[in-house]
């Protein structure tokens, strides 16, 4: 899988997932909203990527990695709670979050590759 096809499903399933947990839920707290918040950017950020902008791309690994990150916590709770929905949402999260990573990195590898070819044919 291509990295702006794995970062726009990766965006789409933290919005989605991040609002089915808040709206989903039996008492909703602010913080569901963080992985939607997330997906956002990460939205706003699909042009970029798709482009291969240094940048940008960059950000976008970065975020989310940290999305990834920072699903740990509220995993351990709902398996603490074992509450099976927001196991599976966070689940979910995580996998297309690691699927983005690794699309991420083979791109940027590529890219690398692509560099060296290039600079060894100049």
Do not use: C, Q
């Not at 975020?63 to 509220?74: C, D, G, Q, V």
């Amino acid at each position: 899988m291509k990295a702006p096809t794995a970062n726009l499903i990766n965006a789409a399933t933290l919005i989605i997932m991040g609002l089915w947990g808040y709206f989903g839920s039996e008492s909703p707290s602010p913080t569901a909203f963080i992985p939607s918040v997330a997906g956002v950017l990460l939205l706003l950020m699909h042009n970029g990527v798709k482009t291969e902008n240094k940048v940008i791309a960059h950000i976008a690994v970065v975020l989310t990695l940290l999305m990834i990150l920072a699903l740990a916590m509220p995993l351990k709770g709902a398996l603490g709670r074992e509450d099976t929905m927001a196991i599976v949402r966070i689940a979910i999260m995580i996998i297309t979050g690691i699927l983005a990573m690794v699309a991420f990195i083979g791109s940027f590898k590529a890219a690398r590759k692509a560099r060296e070819v290039a600079a060894a044919n100049n």
